[in-house]
């Protein structure tokens, strides 16, 4: 922000934001997802100031707010990306059994088709009867 308006008056300075995921361990093996959000207000000695109490304010607010905003598009996602995995693996598992099906379904008509030309081949056995 070069300059801006709130209430409580005009001030410059700037606002700077910044967020990272941050993953760790704990004593059991299980992961913990996180988020470190860290927002630093900068006023210039010669500028127009705020409050130090509206500004505490300012900067706690937006922090708890993007703090929010971060891990809840962080668990939509993660929500996303588990449906889409668990969809993959079921139709993977679909798709698997009809290729078993269809591979035993040829391998029974391999078999009924070799026990016909047996039968074909044996002397004595006469006319061919389906």
Known sequence: MGSAEMKGGHFDGEMRFSIERKSSTDDEGDEEDGV???VSLCIPRKGRKIKKKLAKKLVT???SSIATSATSE???TV???????SYKDKIAGFA???RTE???QNEK????AAD???KWRRKGSGSYRP
């Open 36 to 38: 470190i959000v860290s």
């Open 61 to 63: 607010c937006l922090a």
């Open 74 to 76: 962080a668990r939509k």
């Open 79 to 85: 929500a996303r990306q588990q449906q889409s995995k």
């Open 96 to 98: 698997n059994e009809r």
């Open 102 to 104: 269809r591979a035993l």
């Open 109 to 112: 008509l391999e078999d009924m």
């Open 116 to 118: 016909r030309r047996r």
